[in-house]
């Protein structure tokens, strides 16, 4: 279990702990020492010795807490939950409570969250390989705070939960009071909320796998238009957060709207990092953003894998009268726009733009495909193929070459 040494963690430990005797499972706790407190090390200690008077096995985690943007909750929340991700354990029990709960939906709503935000904690969850437990979030402060005393536990108090400057401080120690004084029972109400808001999360999660029951890599634009726009916006949310990018709904109405309204010829984007939503041959799908190449010009002089790195890697595979005759050495570079090549030997050259769109090859990709040039002569196009007066004749050595494209 996860214990911090404070009054709910050592509640749940000392019950746990009487628990293993009657249910024969093993019990170890994790601290994670976020190293933010001048305390961090007396806390430690203390874990240490509350955990051997229960023949506890302890695990300490020290990390360091980056905050990159985020405020300092939410960094050291994630830096905590990577050490928890990373465990080898079965499940991990955590000590939240009703009123941990009641802040959340609290921080949540005003934060403008969707539906999944203001189901809050779930009492049970995935986390990688580890199923996470809250087995007290129906239990109030106040219960914890009695059972420990009744029961002599001893705990440390961590003085920065007075600090109302973090944003959870402030709705436990001056909006929740308030709003309690107003609606006696807030935080109950609260809680319950959460629960409504994660059963509607899943009707609505339900209600997308049925109307993208059929989508494979990407959804159907008919299908789409289809359906009213509440409906739609429900199953673009829900194929965009199956593939790690939750998206607020403001963004998804305009992506909804920039998919259905553009014209039919037009390439609509919209971007979300380091993927994109494109639209292609009547379908919405979900593309990788590949890293800036580096470089556009490499030299190839023969070996099996050029790495291009972020534009990808070729392979070349050695061939009897058959694939691209090439030289020793030859250079590869990145489309740039205007080149022609010539597939067929009895037709002229043709511009690699027309050829790429007849081939369907995606948009995406036509703006960082990979030539091979012989002195200034392209010979070589991905995706396309080889000019004729390079392809390789009968008996003739030749380069079977396959793009990997980056992920």
């Known amino acids: 279990m996860g214990y911090s040494g404070g009054v709910d963690s050592t509640v749940l430990l000392a019950l746990l702990a009487d628990l293993r005797r009657e249910f024969a499972f093993h019990l170890s706790a994790v601290h994670v020492h976020h190293g933010l407190s001048s305390q961090a090390d007396a806390w430690v200690a203390h874990c240490r010795e509350q955990c051997a008077s229960l023949d506890i096995p302890l695990r300490v985690e020290r990390v360091v807490v980056r905050r990159a943007g985020q405020g300092l909750e939410a960094a050291a929340r994630e830096a905590r939950y990577r050490v928890f991700a990373g465990l080898d354990a079965d499940a991990l029990a955590l000590a939240h409570h009703r009123c941990d709960q009641a802040e959340t939906v609290l921080l949540q709503l005003l934060r403008g969250a969707g539906i999944k935000g203001l189901a809050a904690m779930p009492q049970v969850r995935a986390l990688g390989s580890v199923r996470l437990l809250r087995p007290l979030l129906a239990v109030s402060r106040g219960e914890i705070e009695i059972h420990a005393r009744a029961h002599g536990l001893v705990w440390v108090e961590d003085a920065s939960n007075s600090d109302t400057a973090l944003r959870r401080n402030a709705a436990r120690h001056l909006l929740l009071p308030i709003l309690e004084d107003l609606f006696p029972g807030a935080a109950v109400t609260l809680a319950q909320a959460a629960a409504q808001f994660a059963e509607t999360a899943g009707l609505l999660d339900a209600l997308a796998r049925l109307d993208g029951a059929h989508a494979q890599e990407g959804l159907e634009l008919a299908q789409l238009a289809g359906l009213d726009v509440a409906r739609a916006r429900n199953l673009l949310r829900h194929f965009l957060e199956l593939r790690g990018i939750p998206i607020r709904r403001e963004r998804l109405h305009e992506a909804l709207a920039q998919m259905l309204d553009a014209r039919l010829d037009a390439e609509p984007r919209v971007d979300f990092g380091a993927a994109s939503l494109r639209r292609f041959q009547g379908h919405v799908v979900l593309v990788n953003n590949p890293p800036p190449p580096g470089s556009r010009i490499w030299h190839w002089g023969g070996?099996?894998?050029?790495?291009?790195?972020?534009?990808?890697?070729?392979?070349?595979?050695?061939?009897?009268?058959?694939?691209?005759?090439l030289p020793v050495e030859a250079t590869v570079k990145l489309r740039a726009g205007g080149e022609r090549?010539?597939?067929?030997?009895?037709?002229?050259?043709?511009?690699?733009k027309n050829l790429l769109r007849e081939c369907a090859v995606p948009p995406w990709l036509r703006t960082r495909l990979p030539l091979i040039y012989v002195a200034d002569e392209l010979a070589w196009a991905a995706e396309i193929g080889a000019d004729a007066a390079y392809q390789a004749a009968p008996g003739e050595a030749g380069w079977l070459i396959s793009w990997l494209q980056p992920e």
């Open 303 to 325: 070996e099996a894998l050029l790495d291009m790195g972020g534009a990808g890697s070729l392979c070349f595979t050695a061939a009897t009268g058959a694939g691209v005759r």
């Open 341 to 352: 090549l010539r597939p067929e030997g009895h037709r002229p050259s043709r511009t690699l």
